[in-house]
């Protein structure tokens, strides 16, 4: 039932028989037979066809749902009986938060691959509740998030503190100022921000009420990289990590604002499901906890 819940997937995704027989080097017949057999099964049709298109009915969106946790748990259950025999190796699906995954995690998965050659990493980035959310539905083997949130069914294991700070364009007025720059001057500049949802958005709102700040306007931008970019062209400030402005501090495109209060520190925490890992996953939490980029804050 595994085969037919994974061809079914890909129909639901790729919303077309023909690109599912591609996908998966079957005929477009086998593929239809295929879901027939799932229909049957499960008792009522699951998706809408015409001509032009293939969607999901109500059933469907159901089976979808459920389908890819199913078949995420079947390919956790494979993994590990299979790491019973072997050594570390085989699939990793890692899920990271914004800041993390696009900063650090690539020097710790390119130390992981030259210990470790046959482990395979996959890396899927988003803000902290999308990847809490995967790793809940056991389409992630392991998340690496900051922030909180209430999960009672997610294992979290804290794992390193990041240090938070006001960054501008040296090209700002505030730097034309005598004396230290206040809050009320902070107030009246833009800040760019994340999305609700995303670790560094809520380390910005804690920031926001210890300083007492009320921004006069805020931008959204929905990348960390993105925010640099418009900073560092002047459309306001914003609150990063440490970790994501090195190279930019450096070569003199952001400039950090010192303020009483600051840095704001946020923690980095493991997040996995079930209590059973495999020697593939066992070994990237060993790195995590080893990786000198975890303690290294400028």
């Known amino acids: 039932m595994d085969k037919h819940l994974e061809i079914f997937k890909t129909v639901a995704e790729k919303e077309s028989f ?32 015409s ?15 459920y389908g890819k946790e199913i078949l995420g748990l079947y390919t956790m259950m494979q993994n590990l009986v299979d ?3 072997n050594t570390a190796s085989g699939p990793l699906a890692i899920g990271a938060s914004y800041t993390f995954g696009e900063y650090v995690l690539p020097r710790i998965i390119a130390d992981l691959k030259r210990s470790y050659p046959e482990i395979e990493p996959t890396i899927s980035i988003g803000n902290t509740n999308r990847i809490a959310n995967l790793v809940d539905t056991h389409q992630l083997d392991v998340g690496i998030v900051e922030g909180h949130f209430n999960n009672k ?13 006001i960054v501008s364009s040296p090209k700002n007025k505030l730097f034309d ?16 921000v994340r999305e609700q949802g995303s670790g560094t958005r809520e380390a910005t709102e804690k920031m926001f009420q210890q300083l007492n700040i009320a921004p006069s306007q805020l931008m959204h ?76 804050i400028f």
Do not use: C
């Not at 998966?24 to 998706?47: C, K, W």
């Not at 100022?177 to 902070?186: F, M, Q, V």
């Open 18 to 49: 023909s690109k599912a027989a591609e996908v998966h080097f079957m005929t477009q017949p086998a593929v239809s037979q295929y879901i027939r057999t799932l229909e049957d099964n499960i008792g009522t049709r699951l998706l809408d066809r």
């Open 83 to 85: 790491d019973l025999t």
């Open 177 to 192: 100022k005598e004396g230290e720059i206040k809050i009320i001057d902070l107030e009246k500049e833009t800040w760019i």
């Open 51 to 65: 001509n032009k298109y293939v969607h999901l009915n109500k059933a469907g969106e159901i089976v979808y749902h």
């Open 153 to 165: 069914n997610i294992i979290i294991e804290p794992i390193a503190e990041d240090e938070m700070v």
């Open 221 to 296: 931008f929905g990348s960390t990289q993105l925010i640099k970019e418009g900073v560092a062209a002047g459309l306001g400030i914003s609150l990063l990590s440490k970790w994501s402005i090195q190279k930019e501090v450096k070569y003199g495109d952001l400039k950090i604002i010192s303020m009483e209060g600051l840095p704001i520190k946020r923690e980095f925490s493991i997040i996995t499901k079930s209590p059973f890992q495999t020697k593939a996953l066992d070994v990237f939490i060993e790195r995590l906890h080893d990786h000198e980029m975890l303690t290294m």
